[in-house]
Nanobody, 116 residues
């Protein structure tokens, strides 16, 4: 069974940094692109970043480009999201995602709150 579990969220001041982790199991991690999404209260879930299977290419939403970095460790079956220069508008629940031929899977989410 595919399982994704996010961790690393918390409360941080504007301008601060957080590193999110997503531990994956139940599929051949190194064969799939991985994504981070986020959802703020009352808003639709939005794509934040995508990384290809090898970790050699990544794409970002314009709102986070130059501040966030997605990376992966195919030995540890983990994908990361390094978030720097955080802004209050980054406050959301952050979700890990993978799309396979048999379905799309989500983690439970981790809360990120940016506030002074």
């Amino acid at each position: 069974q595919v399982q994704l579990k996010e961790s690393g969220g918390g409360l941080v001041q504007p301008g601060g940094s957080l590193r999110l982790s997503c531990a994956a199991s139940g599929f051949r991690f190194s064969s799939y692109a991985m994504s981070w999404y986020r959802q703020a209260p009352g808003k639709e879930r939005q794509l934040v970043a995508v990384i290809n299977y090898a970790g050699s290419s990544a794409n970002y939403a314009d709102t986070v480009k130059d501040r966030f970095t997605i990376s992966r460790d195919n030995v540890k079956n983990t994908v990361y999201l390094q978030m720097n220069s955080l802004k209050p508008e980054d406050t959301a629940v952050y979700f890990c995602n993978v799309q396979t031929s048999w379905g799309t899977f989500w983690g439970q989410g981790t809360q990120v709150t940016v506030s002074s």
